[in-house]
């Protein structure tokens, strides 16, 4: 099994115009084999100070995959060919980490 973090960061003022499109390929993607969690979200207000300033024109996907070649699979869906002409017009950059649990 293979955690993937991905962050979006947005063109300021966007975010809600992403999140519509993005909202629209995450049952599609939840249906994806080898998919165990898929969602978007963003920082939470805590009033920790370790957790810094919440940025509000970012975006954090988390998901869980059972491969890494299920997420290679992921990333050439024809939903996920789809959807990124529709928002690159939002995206400043996207990052991914890709993690294994140990």
């Not at 370790?50 to 954090?60: L, S």
């Not at 869980?64 to 990333?75: G, M």
Request: aromatic share 6%; hydrophobic share 45%; charged share 20%.
């Amino acid at each position: 099994m293979i955690h993937v973090i991905a962050t979006i960061s947005l063109h300021p003022g966007t975010r809600d115009a992403f999140l519509n499109e993005f909202r629209q390929i995450v049952a599609p993607v939840r249906a994806e084999a080898g998919c165990l969690e898929y969602g978007p979200t963003v920082d939470a207000v805590s009033g920790l100070a370790v957790q810094g300033t919440p940025r509000p024109d970012v975006v954090t996907v988390v998901e869980r995959w059972e491969s890494l070649e299920h997420l290679q699979a992921h990333l050439i869906a024809p939903h996920m060919i789809a959807y990124r002409p529709k928002v690159k017009d939002f995206v400043c950059s996207v990052t991914l980490q890709i993690l294994e649990p140990i």
